[in-house]
């Protein structure tokens, strides 16, 4: 971080400045030109208040050449983050993950069928979801409590691992059983959900907000960390932009860009990202191809009578001709961006 002081700064209380800094644990490299002082903050100034500082008197102008994150930042955790789940499934560090299943728990029969046949396609997690954030109040909204209860009893008849969205905190009762959990993009910056996330040691998996930047999304991921749950996958779904033809915009470039900031596994879901069924294939291969660590796939055994995101859903044999493409091409993915060469 580089401090630059105003030039009518009196001395007196550039010297309170510099001690409230040195007080924090950082080393000043201090230059003083003929119009401005110029002060480098050494050390690490993640909790350092850009804000308090430039709202001193005797500040010009603050900036930070240092992520605010650090948990998560690469620089100080050059390996990839491998997390493993209960069938000993990994992802990260070149593990790839595929997570399937229907956009919400609907029935028994439903998720027990999909489950059967999304690990018999190579899925390893079952997705579905039991608190839906929907748009409207008057849709379909979950089945809450008894939808986490089916899921569980498909982990039960699968051995497949359960990964299902937590909306309020106030639910984490009812996710104790849960094997990985989904902070939705609706919720990625809910700081209190985030900090109650932190607190628990099992995997969480943040989606990347519709508006939100990959540091925003980096941010949130470290509010998780900072309470020293370091099993945080990331997840980009898709960003609302002006085009209209696709239901978000798949921010594919994000891929690299992230595996260069941070250590942690990086997924991608292009359901989400396209809102259409037939665009989910040709972009999970992109997704693929680009170094993702997993995807993760809604998919429906009757797409037509959906009660949530029928339209963006493949049956399951569609799942499964899509499944032999991504294990055919993810062993050449470009990893040029993991730790394996970004530090190299
Ligand atoms: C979902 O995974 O069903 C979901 C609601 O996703 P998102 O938060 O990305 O919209
Ligand atoms: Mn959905």
């Known amino acids: 971080m ?125 997705r579905g979801g039991a608190f839906k954030p929907r748009t409207s109040p008057y849709a379909f909204q979950g089945l809450h409590e008894e939808g986490i209860r089916l899921l569980l009893k498909a982990r039960e008849a699968t051995g497949l691992p359960i990964v299902t969205e937590i909306m309020d905190a106030k639910h984490l009762p009812l996710f104790e059983d849960i094997d990985m959990i989904q902070v939705g993009a609706r919720n990625m910056q809910n700081f209190e959900l985030l ?25 949130s991921a470290e509010y998780v960390m900072a309470g020293g749950n370091e099993q945080v996958i990331l997840c980009e779904r898709g960003i609302r932009t002006f085009e209209t033809a696709t239901r978000n915009t798949m921010d594919l470039s994000v891929i690299p860009v992230l595996h260069q900031l941070t250590h942690l596994p990086v997924v991608v879901d292009p359901s989400h990202a396209t809102g259409r069924w037939e665009l989910v294939a040709p972009m999970a291969l992109a997704a693929t191809a680009s170094g993702a660590d997993g995807l993760m796939i809604e998919v429906h055994n009757d797409p037509e009578h959906a009660l949530c995101d029928g339209p963006q859903s493949l049956r399951p044999d569609r799942f499964a001709g899509m499944m032999e493409k991504v294990w055919a091409i993810q062993p050449y993915a470009d990893r040029s961006f993991s730790s394996a060469v970004a530090f190299s």
């Open 2 to 126: 580089i401090v630059i002081l105003k030039k009518t700064a009196e001395r007196q209380q550039v010297e309170l400045f510099e001690n409230w800094l040195r007080s924090m644990g950082l080393e000043l490299h201090k230059s003083v030109g003929e119009n401005h002082t110029i002060i480098g903050l050494v050390g690490d100034t993640s909790r350092v208040d850009m804000e308090s500082i430039l709202a001193l008197d005797i500040v010009e102008t603050v900036k930070r050449i240092q992520e605010p994150y650090k948990n998560a930042n690469r620089k100080f955790h050059e390996e990839d983050t491998v997390i493993t789940l209960a069938n000993g499934a990994q992802i990260g560090g070149g593990r790839f993950l595929v997570m399937a299943g229907p956009c919400s728990v609907e029935t028994e029969e439903q998720i027990i069928s999909v489950a059967q046949s999304v690990k018999a396609a190579g899925a390893q997690v079952l």
């Open 195 to 219: 900090k109650e996330l932190g607190k628990l040691r099992k995997p969480v998996l943040i989606k990347r907000g519709m508006a939100n930047t990959l540091q925003e999304l980096l941010m």
